[in-house]
């Protein structure tokens, strides 16, 4: 890659070796052989880095460096002297000079210099750019939505929020936010993060069902070398790497029993220790988890701790599912639909009525994700300016509970439901039937009532249903 090099130089023979030898390494280069002309050249040519002589005529190289700071305070500078001292090379270093080299320069090792700068700069450049454009995305604006449910929860946030901006020891309370699969819990651990006093700190996510559990310890915890038989060298963890920031356990539901009591320790006693070490060290992160699972049943269940449950809720949000969301589901659509068209490079685009009214009729078991992947497919798939139901591929499986899969045969309650007998708990027993029926198969059951797998999913969640019920 290209680079911008401005060499300040009085030794005209050195400046032109220098030049030469790094151009032919893909870079441009400018030489001045004053401090003056060379920070007249920094106004204008706009470096990425400056090799700056010591030794000069009329201002010295220290001189030259203050003002060169001023101008662009971020950039690299190696400095090159004739006379080096250690007082001299600590002076340099303490002003903010990258590297400092001595006459006789190798030119192997100026490039090598050179390089290292440089790549040093970029990965700055992109951590930056990277941090700033999650900072943007993770405020509490990515939360779309005017629903009803959607206000609510914002309102839920801001008010954590701005209690927390008020603590006096900074220890922030953990935070789970629930909600089906698709619903958006990543955004609103984000929108905690960098909408609240840790915004400037590290925000690192791991989903915990992503990964076996021998690994996720490690991951979560780090170790020390020889902690076991391929740990060669000592790995922070990434609770360590979280200090001062946010640390987001997703789907927390399915972490291993082993590692909860682990994270327990964690959240009541501020301390972590890498697998190997006998030391526990004190550490400041803010937990955030979140989860599609039912908890409470999951504690039932034996599957969850019932301390580390309640330790975690201490505040709890709970995303609401699309189709509980209205209006929202159009205005989601059609910024989806923007998003990706100006992505591929298409004009404005909208739906016909007809498919407004399919966006609202669907029941989107995969939530706003199924509703984002969706707009993508309709955009690279759609000719006009204009999308119909034909344009909007919904998926198989995603078809609304009162339509049919192909083939299906609704199953039929065994006899009339008493009479004042609730609906749901006439749904629930039919769930029972099927499921019992198929040995609890779901795409056999979801089959036989006639509705997809995601929602017969759905369903066993709400109503808690279990091989023993």
Same mark, same amino acid.
């Not at 204008?44 to 030259?64: E, Q, S, T």
């Not at 950039?75 to 001595?102: C, N, Q, R, S, W």
């Not at 090598?112 to 930056?128: P, Y």
């Not at 320790?265 to 400041?284: I, N, P």
């Given at each position: 890659?290209?680079? *911008? ?17 790094? *151009? ?5 280069? #400018? ?120 206000? *609510? ?16 020891? !900074? ?10 699969? !698709? ?17 400037? #700190? ?11 559990? #021998? ?11 020889? *902690? ?16 001062? !920031? ?34 526990? #060290? ?64 298409? !004009? ?122």
């Amino acid at each position: 890659m290209t680079s *911008a090099i401005l060499i300040i130089e009085d030794e005209a023979t050195l400046a032109k070796n220098m030049a030469l030898y790094l *151009a032919r390494y893909g870079h441009d280069i #400018q030489t001045a052989d004053t401090a003056e002309s060379g920070l007249a050249e920094m106004e204008r040519y706009k470096p990425d880095l400056v090799l700056l002589d010591f030794h000069l005529p009329g201002m010295d190289g220290m001189a030259a460096l203050a003002k060169l700071r001023a101008i662009s305070p971020g950039i690299p500078v190696i400095m090159i002297t004739g006379h080096g001292t250690v007082e001299l090379a600590v002076e340099a270093m303490k002003a903010g000079v990258y590297d400092f080299l001595t006459k006789p320069v190798s030119l192997a090792k100026l490039r090598i210099l050179v390089d290292r700068a440089l790549g040093e700069t970029r990965r700055e450049e992109t951590l930056s750019y990277y941090q700033r454009r999650e900072a943007s995305l993770g405020d509490l604006d990515g939360l779309l939505g005017d629903s009803a449910p959607m206000l *609510a929860l914002k309102r839920r946030i801001a008010q954590l929020i701005e209690a927390e901006s008020h603590l006096k020891d !900074g220890d922030a309370p953990a935070v789970l936010v629930t909600g089906e699969t !698709g619903t958006g819990k990543e955004l609103v651990a984000r929108a905690l993060h960098y909408s609240g006093p840790r915004r400037a #700190q590290p925000f690192v996510e791991i989903n915990c069902a992503a990964i076996p559990a #021998q690994l996720l310890e490690s991951e979560l915890f780090g170790h020390e070398r020889g *902690a076991f038989t391929d740990a060669k060298e000592r790995k922070m963890g990434l609770v360590e790497t979280a200090a001062g !920031g946010t640390l987001f356990l997703d789907e927390i539901g399915d972490l291993d029993l082993g590692l909860q009591a682990k994270l327990l320790k964690l959240l009541e006693e501020k301390t972590v220790r890498r697998l190997g070490s006998l030391r526990d #060290q004190k550490v400041d992160v803010r937990i955030v988890a979140a989860t599609h699972r039912p908890m409470e049943q999951r504690v039932r269940d034996g599957l969850f701790r019932a301390d580390l449950y309640f330790r975690l809720r201490i505040i709890e949000f709970t995303l609401p599912p699309l189709r509980e969301r209205g209006a929202d589901i159009l205005a989601l659509a059609r910024h989806f639909l923007a998003l990706h068209a100006a992505r591929y490079g298409r !004009g404005r685009l909208d739906f016909d009525p007809a498919a407004q009214t399919l966006l609202m009729r669907h029941t989107w078991p995969g939530n706003v994700r199924e509703l984002r992947n969706l707009m993508e497919q309709a955009v690279l798939l759609s000719s006009g300016a204009v999308l119909g139901p034909e344009q909007l591929h919904l998926a198989p499986l995603a078809l609304e509970d009162d339509e049919a899969l192909p083939g299906a045969t609704l199953a039929a309650p065994e006899a009339d439901p008493p009479t004042g007998a609730r609906l749901e708990d006439v749904e629930r027993n039919m769930l029972l039937a099927a499921l019992r029926n198929t040995g609890w198969n779901i795409t056999g059951a979801a089959r036989q009532l006639g509705i997809s797998r995601d929602t017969l999913r759905y369903r066993i969640e709400k109503y808690r249903l279990s091989s023993k019920s």
